[in-house]
């Protein structure tokens, strides 16, 4: 019997077509739905691309009402949930489309829960705080990495007290996923390496989990597999379609993943620290990735090594714990830098009174309950000051 199947487990995932004109099919869905007036979420940089274009008019010939809500920023708001929740009720919204990243997907779903709840975004941070279903939810992700589109979570800045608050939730799972990769090539080099790099942590994280499973580490391997392929390719050259399928596909494959598996003490340092700086979730991830892996190492070693063998395309059983982490960082950190993303953070105003805080709010994060090692603040403070060193 495979290891860990006889554990209960459950897997929750949405509708998911995949491929070339998935997008199109939309419409479709909203009136299998039962959609009247359809609430499209997105941002107006995608609008300037055209992608928002191209889903109005499709629901224009289909003689489907909409309204369009693009206010939104990098790094979702609470205030922009808010407002969000106002345009769907007064508009007498049934149903919810989202194109675009992690942040108008994960802004939409703080709008359903809270439109179908009857409560601000806030009263849902944690784990299986949604009590009652979103309205009728599609996706259409134009990024590789964050997943949004098949997880059942959603991150949001908490302006008042500056962190990301972390929404957890079977009730968050979308209903439908469309992905379609060719939405994906007016992504800059910048943002395909930092949400490819997310896309990365998403399937290491859940791989190493203490809640993963035979069925989350299938997905975890392919879609590192299909990060390390594809990522440096897809940033070097935005229009090569094949890369943007491969990145298109890990992302998928990692978010079934960490949804299912949940994630670590990486995502706990980058809610706190993007939440502070309102800097990318990707670049956040990015920095940190390479500093948990050496911490984590030791305490799940067998995962990590597979993850380092899938990497180098050989058996290291010859090697030293020691040894295969720093083949396994090495090759995390190598990547990273040939896709372009920075070494370090500037740490101007990084002193040790913010480190502490940072370090307080990793800690009481959602992420941090499944890291393999259980964290002190002294170790969070550690590799913190190893992404503001230099």
């Known amino acids: 019997m495979a290891e860990g199947i006889q554990e209960l487990r459950k897997f929750v995932a949405p509708e998911i077509l995949y491929g070339a004109g998935a997008a199109l099919n939309v419409t479709g869905y909203v009136s299998n739905f039962g959609g009247r007036h359809v609430l499209l979420v997105s941002d107006h940089g995608l609008e300037i691309a055209g992608w928002t274009g191209m889903i109005e008019n499709s629901l224009k010939e289909a003689g489907i009402n909409y309204t369009a809500f693009y206010e939104i920023t990098p790094n979702p708001k609470d205030f922009e949930v808010a407002a969000g929740v106002d345009i769907y009720l007064e508009n007498g919204c049934d149903m919810i489309v989202a194109v675009g990243g992690g942040s108008p997907m994960d802004c939409a779903k703080g709008i359903g829960v809270s439109v179908s709840n009857r409560s601000p975004v806030a009263a849902f941070e944690g784990v299986d705080k949604v009590r009652i279903p979103m309205p009728p939810f599609a996706c259409i992700p134009t990024t590789a990495g964050t997943s949004a589109d098949v997880s059942q979570f959603a991150i949001i800045t908490n302006t008042k007290e500056k962190y990301k608050m972390a929404l957890v939730s079977k009730g968050l799972v979308p209903d439908l996923s469309l992905i379609d990769p060719g939405l994906s090539v007016t992504m800059s080099p910048e943002l395909t390496a930092e949400t490819g790099l997310d896309a990365l942590t998403h ?188």
């Open 203 to 390: 399937a290491v994280e859940s791989y190493v989990s203490n809640a993963s499973s035979p069925l989350t580490d299938l997905h975890a391997e392919r879609a590192f597999e299909y990060v390390f392929e594809n990522l440096v390719k897809a940033v070097r050259r935005p229009d090569d379609i094949a890369a943007r399928s491969g990145m298109m596909l890990g992302s998928l494959h990692a978010g079934l993943s960490f949804s299912n598996a949940s994630l670590g003490l990486v995502h706990s340092m980058a809610h706190a620290l993007g939440g502070l700086l309102d800097l990318p979730h990707g670049l956040c991830n990015a920095l940190l990735l390479e500093h948990v892996i050496e911490y984590n190492f030791e305490a799940e070693p067998r995962k990590y090594t597979k993850l380092a063998e899938i990497f180098s395309g050989r058996s290291l059983s010859d090697c030293s714990s020691s040894e295969v982490s720093d083949i396994l960082v090495s090759a995390v950190r190598e990547l990273r830098k040939q896709a372009g993303v920075t070494d370090h953070l500037k740490a101007d105003e990084i002193g040790s009174e913010t480190l502490e805080k940072l370090a307080a709010k990793a800690l009481n994060d959602a992420c941090v309950v499944t890291n393999p090692k259980v964290p002190a603040k002294k170790d969070i403070i550690s590799i913190y000051g190893k992404v503001f060193a230099g």
